[in-house]
């Protein structure tokens, strides 16, 4: 149907051939010239897709290595490669984790060398909520399984090309050399959303407890706390407060000054907290100073406002969010991010920032790594509307 839709009027012969993929041979094993795919996916965490004894020994044939919680459906990638000569091609739809997830690198390693491509929807394609890609990949020459390059780079660089993120080369210092990045934990969350008290329950208690951010409260350079609800736990609350005497200890790290970086975002959105009276809620980031000069905080929100700091993330971790088109960097990776060059720019598009002078402030700090105009333009278009939709609160 799809290929008379296009122009194809030709009847080609179909066979159908019902097997078992992950341990019977392949018609054509090895000789194939295409093989296109929507594999079934097939998490190992739980439910009906864990995969039984047979598919957990054919997996690990496949792999030539225990699969673990490999995606069936990369598992299913790495077998249509060896099914295809060389120089044969292969697509197959996979779940978009496959891009950076620890549980993907096994498949990342195995078919590497032969990708060429990657395909990112801008729009949901199923009905199961989850986001999809397609690599492309063209079998070469003296293809084999066991191969150990580090070959995630060359993954996410092309997903980035294949959303439209502008190619960039930051180097400046990283964000290491002035600041410490640090999150909690699953188990911090829950303890701390047990203590969550609404504001004006108790006036007198509620001046002394410092107010709970979560990933929704903040935008770029603009806490929402008190105009936006915040969801903990299943709970909302319209401005939620962290009742510190039911923690099992201070946390002392959440009661310092800080910059909040908030995760799964289009852009880089960080709120400043120059008198450490916000708590982060797992899993925002807190990036601590290691001087302890106040306008250090400035500075390092400015940082992190800066367009090219989201475009080097967004090239760093494409496609490894939940969603296509959103950023998620781990406390680590933020850690090396690369600081303006230009120190005078740096503190002009701070001071603006500090003023509301938003727009302002995304010019300035973009100059301020030493681009070129042509370079400084294309970070600007790609990150200005990403901006003004965060700021709308849509992702």
Not at 53 to 65: D, E, P, S
Not at 83 to 99: E, K, N
Request: net charge negative; hydrophobic share 45%.
């Amino acid at each position: 149907m799809w290929a008379q839709q296009h122009g194809l009027d030709e009847t080609l012969p179909v066979t159908l051939v019902v097997g078992d993929a992950l341990n019977d041979s392949w018609p054509e094993d090895g000789r194939l010239d295409v093989v296109v795919g929507n594999p079934p996916f097939g998490g190992q965490l739980a439910g009906a897709t864990i995969r039984d004894q047979a598919a957990v020994a054919g997996a690990a044939r496949i792999l030539g290595r225990p699969a673990g919680y490999t995606d069936t459906s990369g598992v299913l990638l790495v077998r249509a490669l060896d099914a295809v000569r060389a120089g044969g091609s292969v697509v197959f739809v996979q779940p978009l984790s496959v891009l950076g997830t620890r549980d993907g690198s096994t498949v990342r390693d195995l078919v590497g060398d032969a990708l060429e491509s990657i395909w990112i929807p801008d729009a949901q394609l199923f009905d199961a909520a989850v986001s999809v890609c397609a690599p492309v990949l063209r079998k070469p020459q003296g293809y084999g399984v066991q191969r150990s390059s580090d070959v995630i780079p060359s993954w996410t660089e092309l997903a980035a090309d294949a959303m439209g993120v502008p190619p960039l080369r930051l180097t400046g210092e990283p964000l290491s050399s002035m600041a410490d990045c640090t999150a909690g934990f699953r188990h911090e969350f829950y303890e701390v959303a047990a203590a969550v008290v609404e504001h004006g329950s108790d006036s007198e208690r509620d001046a002394t407890l410092p107010r709970l951010v979560t990933v929704g409260l903040i935008d770029p350079a603009r806490l929402l706390w008190g105009t936006r609800p915040a969801k903990v736990a299943g709970a909302t609350f319209a401005r939620p407060l962290v009742d510190v005497a039911k923690l099992s200890k201070p946390f002392l790290l959440r009661r310092l000054p800080k910059v909040l970086v908030a995760t799964q975002t289009r852009v880089i959105e960080a709120v400043a907290d120059h008198d450490g009276t916000l708590w982060p809620s797992v899993p925002v980031i807190s990036v601590l100073p290691i001087d302890s000069d106040p306008e250090i905080i400035d500075l390092l929100l400015a940082a992190l406002f800066a367009p090219p700091a989201s475009v080097w993330a967004a090239r760093l971790a494409a496609g490894t969010a939940r969603s296509p088109g959103a950023i998620r960097l781990s406390a680590t990776q933020l850690e090396n991010l690369p600081l303006p060059s230009d120190h005078d720019r740096w503190a002009e598009g701070s001071r603006q920032l500090r003023e509301g002078e938003w727009d302002a402030a995304a010019v300035t700090l973009t100059g301020a790594y030493g681009l070129g105009p042509e370079a400084e333009q294309a970070v600007l278009n790609w990150w200005i509307p990403r901006s003004v939709r965060a700021r709308k609160g849509t992702v």
